[in-house]
């Protein structure tokens, strides 16, 4: 089984979170996880639903904030170990093209 979610997790201030997310993204290295992160936050790809929430603990407590805001949405399919690259994929078949703007 293959478990697929997204992740955010900032704390709550003014100016750049980049320090902060980069450190919450640092914090899922210690977890069997793969990960990607984009703009909009980072998905993750984990072998079990535990595993993942392990790694999501951790990256939330990792932001050092009084006020931390974290939103996961997950994709537990428990009939197929397909991936999320494999997902992309699929789509990329029927656009017939790279799911990108401006790649052909």
Known sequence: MTVI???????????SMAEEVATAVDALDGFDVEYETNPMGTVIEADDVGTLFAAV???????DADRVSTVLKIDDKRTSDG???EKVDVVEEHLGRPARSGEE
């Open 57 to 63: 603990e951790a990256a939330h407590r990792a932001v």
């Open 83 to 85: 991936s999320a690259r």
């Open 5 to 15: 979610a997204l992740l955010s997790v900032a704390p709550v201030i003014e100016g």
